[in-house]
């Protein structure tokens, strides 16, 4: 069974969607571990169906190499993103965890990736879902 972790700050929106959407493209064929940088992020993830949900700094660092997918915003990569919410140790534990990476690229902290069309949030999950599919591991 695939491990997906998706990690989400702030209220959770983003990280809600994708872990609605994934549970529904997917249902019980893999595993979706919430992570949120505080608790109402993982709260969100965890009512949108996520199997299982951590909250904070350790659980992200602890999860991040545990899992064969990681989902979520950009952002995730920065230290000091989401008005701070991401600290080094979180956004080093994405960017060197072994596992894909499919980060969302919403220009919330002020960065934006040349060449990158600025597809609605719906689309940019769906291409998620496609990739997942694409991968031949569910």
Same mark, same amino acid.
């Given at each position: ?16 969607? %994708? &872990? ?7 249902? #019980?064929? %893999? ?5 949120? $940088?505080?608790?109402?992020? $993982?709260? =969100?993830?965890?009512? /949108?169906?996520?199997?299982? !949900? ?10 991040? #190499?545990? &899992? #064969? ?11 000091? =993103?989401?008005? !701070?919410? &991401? $600290? !080094? ?7 060197? /965890? ?39 591991? %569910?």
């Amino acid at each position: 069974m695939m491990k997906i972790a998706v990690i989400d700050g702030q209220g959770g929106g983003i990280g809600s969607l %994708v &872990v609605k959407r994934l549970k529904e493209e997917f249902a #019980d064929t %893999v595993e979706v571990i919430a992570l949120g $940088t505080n608790a109402a992020a $993982t709260t =969100a993830m965890m009512k /949108s169906r996520a199997n299982k !949900g951590a909250t904070g700094e350790n659980a992200i660092v602890w999860n991040a #190499d545990k &899992v #064969d997918l990681l989902i979520g915003p950009l952002s995730i990569a920065f230290p000091n =993103a989401m008005l !701070g919410e &991401v $600290t !080094g140790k979180m956004a080093t534990a994405v960017i060197s /965890s072994p596992a894909q990476k499919l980060l969302l690229p919403l220009n919330q902290e002020g960065i934006e990736i040349a060449g990158n069309t600025r597809d609605p949030l719906p689309h940019l999950i769906e291409h998620i879902i496609s990739r997942i599919k694409e991968s031949g591991h %569910v």
